[in-house]
């Protein structure tokens, strides 16, 4: 869950996607794609999931 990982910091190195040519997503697409999913289900308080 996200929750978990709040004020995680991750070392992570992306080298080898970026020489594959990959890209990573930009952060405020992610945000808004993850806030769309959670409002989606019962983690936000609702949609599915709620009666």
Known sequence: MVRSELGRE???DS???RALGRQPR???QT???T?????????????????
């Open 31 to 33: 945000i808004v794609d």
């Open 15 to 17: 080298g080898k996607a």
């Open 10 to 12: 991750r070392l992570v």
């Open 35 to 51: 806030a769309t999913a959670l409002a989606g289900t019962s983690r936000l308080g609702g949609g599915a999931g709620q009666a």
């Open 26 to 28: 930009p952060t405020e």
